[in-house]
């Protein structure tokens, strides 16, 4: 078997999708690993580092693609929709694609990767069970971006995190506010606190107020009978009424204007993030305050976040910056091919080490969307009109 690591061409990808350190076990079990010339080059692994540990190093992007029974990405051709179709021509009948995809937000892609005979499965669909813990892409890659989020605002306001007691007086520590104490959530209030900030965080999932209280942050929100049954069965929020919205907005504003830095995370899965901070919140902070916009790509969490911008209202920052995660793009790396492989053990024989699909494994069928030229995941099956 031949598994193919082409280098990513989606604008500013700097991650790679396997690691060298990735590479040994498979190619002890007589598997093939075909990795792209400088594929790895912007997350800091080098031709050298893939080749010392048994991978083979292909100029040749062609044949990467072409020569691979299983084609590992980062970004699947729906998530790089542009650049990402070039590679369709190689890409052929019975192949395997292990990558985020964005299916939910490029439903054709995946119908072009079924007329191609490709079997497709999307990393972001994991299940979020004990079983797939270590397959968990979004968990991974909300951990990186929930870490550099706090440095990206600590990069930019105009005082120091911790509390400071000099000679020339006390320096009074930040006041970092989270909103959606998620896996990237929970990972900037820790990072927020290690530098010393004084941290609160709100979510509309009963279970995140354990959770922020056990990372030393005060929890911050309207918690009526709404507030305690606001989670889905995939431990995900649930949107909330009208009613609650408003009185968490009111709550959150008179917050909000008392703040150094916001942080917010707030997603929904499947459809555009809800807006949490509106130009009225943003506008009564502090001249120098910052806020980090983490749901930027789904329309973003604060009004007047612009995507792969930093904006500026009245001397207060909002930082929509996309691919947080691969701003980190080393560790990211190195967190997301982790994933891989615990997920293609999954799907390899223990015994003749080929690729043998148990399509009844709730893996995946959580995450196949295509297969023998058909969509076969029923969520994104084209309608019958």
């Not at 990402?84 to 995809?101: E, F, R, S, T």
């Not at 305050?289 to 009004?303: I, P, T, W």
């Not at 009245?314 to 615990?342: C, E, H, M, P, W």
């Not at 148990?358 to 995450?367: F, I, Q, S």
């Amino acid at each position: 078997m031949i598994i193919g690591v082409p280098k990513e061409t989606y604008p500013g990808e700097r991650r790679v999708a396997f690691v060298p350190s990735s590479v040994p076990p498979l190619i002890k079990s007589g598997i093939i690993v075909r990795i792209e010339a400088k594929a790895g080059l912007a997350a800091g692994f080098t031709g050298d580092a893939y080749a010392d540990a048994g991978a083979e190093v292909i100029d040749d992007r062609e044949q990467v693609i072409r020569s691979a029974d299983v084609l590992l990405q980062v970004r699947g051709l729906g998530a790089n929709p542009h650049a990402g179709v070039a590679d369709l021509q190689w890409m052929h009948d019975g192949q395997v694609i292990i990558a985020p995809c964005d299916p939910l937000g490029n439903v054709e892609a995946v119908r072009q990767l079924a007329e191609r005979g490709v079997t497709l499965f999307a990393m972001e669909l994991i299940p979020r069970i004990t079983r797939a813990q270590s397959m968990d892409v979004l968990s991974s890659m909300a951990t990186i971006a929930g870490y550099k989020a706090v440095l990206l605002a600590a990069d930019r306001l105009p005082k120091m995190f911790p509390l400071m007691m000099t000679a020339a007086g006390t320096l009074t520590p930040a006041k970092v506010f989270v909103i959606g104490a998620g896996v990237a959530g929970l990972q900037a209030i820790a990072t927020a606190r290690r530098l010393g900030a004084v941290v609160t965080a709100t979510d509309v999932r009963p279970a995140a107020k354990e959770q922020v209280a056990s990372l030393g942050a005060k929890f911050l929100a309207v918690e009526d009978e709404e507030f305690k049954a606001a989670e889905t069965a995939g431990g995900y929020a649930k949107e909330m009424s009208k009613e609650y919205q408003a009185k968490q907005a009111a709550l959150t504003a008179e917050h909000v204007k008392k703040q150094d830095i916001v942080i917010t995370t707030a997603l929904i899965p499947g459809r555009p993030a809800p807006k949490l901070v509106s130009a009225e919140m943003v506008k009564s902070m502090k001249p120098g305050s910052v806020l980090v916009d983490l749901a930027v790509e789904r329309g973003g969490n604060v009004e007047g976040a612009r995507a792969g911008e930093v904006a500026e209202v009245d001397g207060i920052k909002i930082v929509g910056y996309t691919n947080v995660a691969g701003r980190v793009a080393q560790s990211a790396s190195s967190l997301y091919a982790r994933n891989l492989f615990s997920f293609i053990e999954t799907l390899v024989d223990k015994t003749t080490k080929a690729l043998a699909v148990n399509w009844d494994d709730d893996l995946v069928k959580a995450t196949a969307l295509t297969k023998d030229g058909a969509v076969i995941h029923p969520n994104f099956q084209p309608k019958s009109s």
